[in-house]
């Protein structure tokens, strides 16, 4: 159902989203934006505070990546996730969605582009129920 495309704020992410339109586009198919606000272990050093920032980060994420695509005629459905893993949470949710196709950007914002593929998009090729497409 659809073609999932992951997203962060990240320059790969809005690559990602890029080709996540054409794709269903081509395909006549809906999007699901998804973006994972990290849960962060309960740590007191940490400020309550922060957890609510990450969460407003994926929200511009999912924001940014729906105004794209319902400006290029594509219907989108949204699902912010909150876990440990993001790659995790991805892949459950193309598992429970049964995603045609999951785009990913080749790095997030926390990775570097120098010599491999980011650790999120990594875990989700290696686990993903579906093909999945990785942007540079």
Do not use: W
């Not at 997203?7 to 973006?35: C, F, H, P, Q, T």
């Not at 957890?51 to 924001?63: N, S």
């Not at 940014?64 to 459905?77: D, H, M, P, Q, Y």
């Not at 120098?114 to 686990?127: D, E, L, N």
């Amino acid at each position: 159902m659809g073609i999932m495309v992951a997203v962060d704020n990240s320059e790969y992410s809005l690559k990602a989203v890029e080709m996540a339109i054409e794709m269903a586009r081509l395909k006549g198919e809906e999007m699901i934006v998804v973006s994972v606000a990290l849960e962060l272990p309960d740590i007191e050093e940490i400020p309550v505070s922060y957890g609510g920032k990450l969460k407003d980060q994926a929200l511009r994420a999912i924001r940014k990546a729906t105004e794209l695509a319902e400006n290029a005629g594509i219907r989108v459905e949204t699902r912010v996730e909150v876990g440990t893993s993001p790659a995790e949470n991805i892949v459950n949710l193309a598992c429970e969605l049964k995603t045609n196709l999951i785009v990913v950007g080749h790095c997030g914002i926390t990775g570097s582009d120098r010599f491999m593929i980011g650790s999120v998009a990594g875990r989700v090729v290696a686990h993903a129920p579906c093909s999945v497409l990785v942007v540079r």
